[in-house]
């Protein structure tokens, strides 16, 4: 029997859906490639109806991140967003991409073209924050609260990045592992700390895509790629406006992104001195984000941070 979602689908789609199977690489929602009748495909999230908002946080992300990518970047389209039966989905363009992600490897003339690729992809991101930083916003964060992941991301506005930061990025990730019995020492001291240390940087209000790890990129699989186009798509964003190395950071905290992509962004719009250190600073967010949805040795790493920044 087929799944409601799945009839809702055709309904919605005017057509019919000849196979559905699952497809893996999240650990948020179930996902699907769905071929249809006609001889399209579509990528599909389901989960729980209560978390139809995380789907629609998403979806506006998507839309955000499109619109300021211009056709430089590949970003999915999203085509509905809603609640069927008992389960809530997302329906995306689907994407055709190389096996792998942002880390995926080549040898010989493959490699050299996965370079340029990644390489145009750093520009062309550095590119979209440009954009986005001269296109006037109300500050630091988004029109509504979204997720990271599948935790809650407040995005209240801001005109202080220091602050935001420090009350909107960290300090609801520490109550959250306070909330489950886990008191970082130094925190205190840490929060009290960032808002000054970052103000002094000059941060500009940019889209940032906010979870851009190397399994939220991937190349364009041959013959997908667009004229005018890096062939390099980015999804899965937790979008706000924030200071634009947040991305660049989170770039290489697990890895994933090859130095050509980092050297194409700095071509185009290199980061001011003392970027590494910030980049230490916005790393502990996603550390305690990791830490309060998988724990193990994420809570170690995460303290280890915070006593290196306050030492």
Same mark, same amino acid.
């Given at each position: ?32 490639? /769905? ?7 579509? *990528? ?7 978390? /139809? ?25 999203? /085509? ?12 995306? &363009? ?23 690729? $990644? ?9 979209? #924050? ?9 500050? *630091? ?11 809650? @991301?407040?995005?209240? $506005?801001?005109? &202080?990045?220091?602050? *935001? *930061? ?6 609801? @990730? ?26 002094? #940087? ?10 851009? $790890? ?21 999804? &899965? ?14 770039? @290489? ?15 185009? $719009?290199?980061?001011? =001195? ?28 995460? @303290? =280890?941070?915070? &006593?290196?920044?306050?030492?």
């Amino acid at each position: 029997m087929r799944e409601a979602w799945v009839r809702w689908l055709e309904e919605t789609l005017g057509e019919e859906v000849e196979r559905c199977r699952p497809v893996g690489g999240g650990c948020s929602h179930s996902a699907w490639a /769905l071929e249809l009748a006609g001889g399209g495909r579509v *990528f599909v999230k389901t989960n729980q109806a209560r978390l /139809l908002p995380v789907l629609e946080a998403e979806m506006e992300g998507l839309l955000a991140l499109g619109e300021a990518a211009a056709a430089e970047l590949v970003v999915p389209r999203p /085509l509905h967003c809603a609640l069927a039966g008992s389960q809530s989905l997302l329906v995306i &363009d689907w994407l055709d991409l190389n096996p792998g992600g942002a880390g995926s490897g080549a040898a010989g003339a493959a490699a050299d073209e996965s370079d340029l690729a $990644w390489e145009a992809a750093g520009a062309a991101l550095a590119r979209l #924050h440009r954009r986005s930083a001269s296109s006037g916003s109300q500050g *630091f964060g988004w029109p509504r609260d979204n997720y990271i992941g599948s935790t809650p @991301q407040p995005n209240r $506005w801001s005109q &202080d990045w220091g602050r *935001f *930061f420090a009350e909107q990025r960290l300090g609801p @990730q520490l109550k959250f592992a306070e909330s489950s019995g886990r008191r970082l020492k130094g925190s205190r001291k840490l929060l009290e700390f960032t808002p000054q240390w970052l103000n002094g #940087h000059g941060a500009v209000p940019c889209l940032v895509h906010g979870d851009l $790890w190397g399994g939220n990129a991937a190349r364009m699989a041959p013959g997908s790629i667009a004229p005018g186009s890096a062939g390099v798509a980015l999804f &899965d964003p937790a979008v706000y406006r924030g200071d634009r190395e947040v991305d660049l950071a989170m770039a @290489q905290l697990f890895g994933g992104f090859p130095p050509a992509f980092f050297s194409g962004y700095e071509g185009e $719009w290199p980061r001011p =001195a003392g970027h590494s250190r910030r980049r230490r600073l916005y790393d502990l967010y996603h550390l305690l984000n990791h830490a309060n949805l998988f724990g193990g040795g994420y809570w170690g790493q995460a @303290q =280890a941070l915070i &006593d290196e920044l306050v030492a």
